[in-house]
């Protein structure tokens, strides 16, 4: 869990109106491949296993977005394709200066790349999962974007909510 604070026994009442509140937000799933940065309050979710997603929010200007993407680098064939790292994260960072953001005003966290496939455990080479996640680092790194929270690796997928208006994000392991 990340960014999400807990309401206490005093506080059910703020609880209540926090979950009716969340409820009547849009709804976004992001499949792999998928994107969304928004000025609007939106509920995003999605699934990660070996792919990544990617949540940035702007905690000035109160907007966030996040991508999912499955593989690394796209390379040069054919069109830009957000299902690939390089792709997405630029089509996300693109989007949220387009909302008005600045990248000194980003803050960048980073979910999945588990190797969730016995047979990948073992292998001598960096697992797809892996990859994905180095893509992000060196990527926001070069933007110049704060990674502030980073949940990767490990065997299993991850369930992740984010509020775009907040950058409220929940994390969940799936299996667990």
Not at 149 to 154: D, L, P, R, Y
Request: net charge negative; hydrophobic share 35%.
């Amino acid at each position: 869990m990340s960014n999400w604070t807990e309401p206490g026994i005093d506080d059910q009442q703020g609880s209540a109106e926090a979950v009716k509140a969340a409820s009547e937000l849009n709804q976004m799933y992001l499949h792999p491949g998928n994107l969304c940065a928004s000025r609007e309050p939106v509920n995003l979710s999605f699934i990660v296993g070996s792919c990544v997603g990617i949540c940035i929010f702007n905690p000035r200007l109160s907007i966030g977005g996040a991508a999912h993407y499955l593989l690394p680098l796209q390379g040069d064939e054919g069109a830009p394709s957000p299902r690939y790292g390089d792709v997405a994260i630029k089509q996300l960072l693109d989007g949220m200066m387009q909302a008005g953001s600045t990248r000194k005003d980003l803050r960048a966290h980073i979910y999945g790349g588990a190797c969730v496939v016995q047979a990948f455990q073992d292998s001598k080479h960096a697992s797809i999962g892996d990859k994905n996640v180095r893509v992000a680092l060196d990527m926001l790194s070069q933007e110049k974007i704060a990674v502030v929270h980073q949940e990767t690796g490990g065997q299993k997928g991850r369930k992740i909510s984010m509020r775009t208006d907040t950058g409220e994000i929940i994390c969940s392991l799936i299996g667990s």
